[in-house]
């Protein structure tokens, strides 16, 4: 067994199999550099993240940070990326010339020097569109599917990968109108319920309306390399019904990349491996060769293939009341607490205040307390509105 395979023992490993498993594997104590991105070559961000792989009992992910990462052309051209936080080394607002062949290159905090080969551009079409439609799949009103449409005319482009980001708006289900205070300076800390706008009597705005934002992970690829044309559909992800994604609104972000035919079969045989059911009797993971080397010792293992590629994004989104019979029922329950000093404090560990339950006029006999996640969108995405979403 060689050692390419370390990573998908990880996975083995982590699929449901009910001894422990012990890899005969013996990875060096660094681990294997793992390169993961595409070079965006029409002029946009380029992203590319490095980490290293760890022993099976860590199953962590340690990020490659430090490292001089750059991309460099056959002309002597030569481009720098940053490190925005570790591991995540980035370049904004460069082009390259579709005529001439570049690699990534890549130096460690230790000085351990990496390089791709050289690649040609690849010229990615635009995406066609992103349609969805409701699909039963076997549950009482269905779920959403999405899909993905391309083509290329030119009959150039005939491996496709596609990555999506999911941004949906998220309302808390209670709203927050009180605040804990602590009504002491003792040993024994007290707590009673005030507002958190006193004059207004409004609620916590910055805690009800959210945003969440959700990366694709798994490997979306596909290719007309035997079709009759040069046309292909592909489900992209599917939503599940009722799902608080599309509660009220959602947006994908879809991107689409042009791949050469090696980093096609690449991701092809990682999907396969990735797609194995753990089972010690299922064929063993392909071994994977990428196109990226440490430049003194070759036959180290590095996990990753990079392309350079012009990037197509096309952004859809889909109104709730848009579905039919779309009810998402919020699983966040409240708690009636009676008002009292002991009873307050008391809920204070596990609650948060979220409502007020008023007989007439008179003093609260009781408050309403929720869970924090239920209370506070933040704990589910960020309150800052993107700048793409639209104006109700």
Not at 27 to 54: D, F, H, K, M, Q
Request: net charge neutral.
């Amino acid at each position: 067994m060689k050692p390419t395979c370390i990573l998908f023992f990880i996975l083995l490993a982590s699929l449901g199999c009910k001894e422990k498993y012990v890899s005969p594997v013996v990875s060096p104590a660094t681990g294997y550099l793992v390169v993961e991105g595409v070079v965006n070559a029409g002029g946009g961000e380029t992203n590319i993240y490095l980490s290293r792989t760890s022993p099976l009992e860590m199953r962590l992910k340690n990020y490659e940070t430090g490292a001089t990462v750059s991309i460099m052309g056959e002309d002597n051209s030569s481009y720098s990326l940053n490190e925005l936080d570790s591991g995540h080394y980035q370049i904004v607002h460069f082009s390259l010339k579709k005529n001439i062949r570049y690699k990534l290159a890549i130096k460690t905090i230790l000085g351990v020097a990496y390089q791709s080969d050289y690649c040609s551009i690849q010229t990615t079409p635009v995406i066609d569109s992103v349609n969805w439609q409701v699909e039963n799949n076997g549950i009482q009103n269905g779920g959403v599917q999405i899909y993905v449409n391309a083509h290329d005319n030119t009959n150039v482009t005939k491996y496709y990968q596609w990555d999506y980001t999911e941004t949906y708006e998220y309302n808390s289900p209670w709203k927050v109108f009180f605040k804990f205070v602590q009504i002491n300076q003792g040993p024994t800390p007290l707590f009673d319920v005030s507002w958190i706008n006193y004059y207004t009597r409004q609620y916590d705005t910055s805690s009800y309306r959210c945003w969440p934002t959700v990366n694709s992970s798994s490997i979306l690829i596909g290719t007309t390399d035997k079709l009759n044309e040069n046309k292909i559909h592909l489900p992209l992800t599917y939503v599940a019904e009722n799902s608080e994604r599309l509660a009220i609104l959602y947006s994908i972000l879809v991107r689409q990349y042009s791949l050469s035919n090696g980093k096609y079969n690449y991701l092809d045989k990682m999907k396969k491996n990735t797609e194995l059911t753990g089972s010690i009797m299922d064929p063993q993971p392909s071994e994977l060769k990428g196109n990226i080397h440490n430049i003194n010792n070759p036959s180290e293992t590095v996990v990753g293939y990079i392309d350079f590629s012009e990037i197509q994004e096309i952004r859809t989104f889909i109104k709730n009341q848009n579905i039919p019979n779309w009810k998402y029922v919020s699983p966040c329950l409240r708690v009636d607490v009676p008002n009292r000093i002991d009873t307050i404090t008391k809920a204070k560990i596990t609650y948060w205040v979220t409502g007020i339950h008023i007989p007439g006029i008179q003093e609260p006999i009781s408050y309403w307390f929720t869970y924090p996640d239920c209370a506070d969108c933040k704990f589910h995405g960020t309150n800052v509105k993107p700048s793409f979403w639209p104006t109700p």
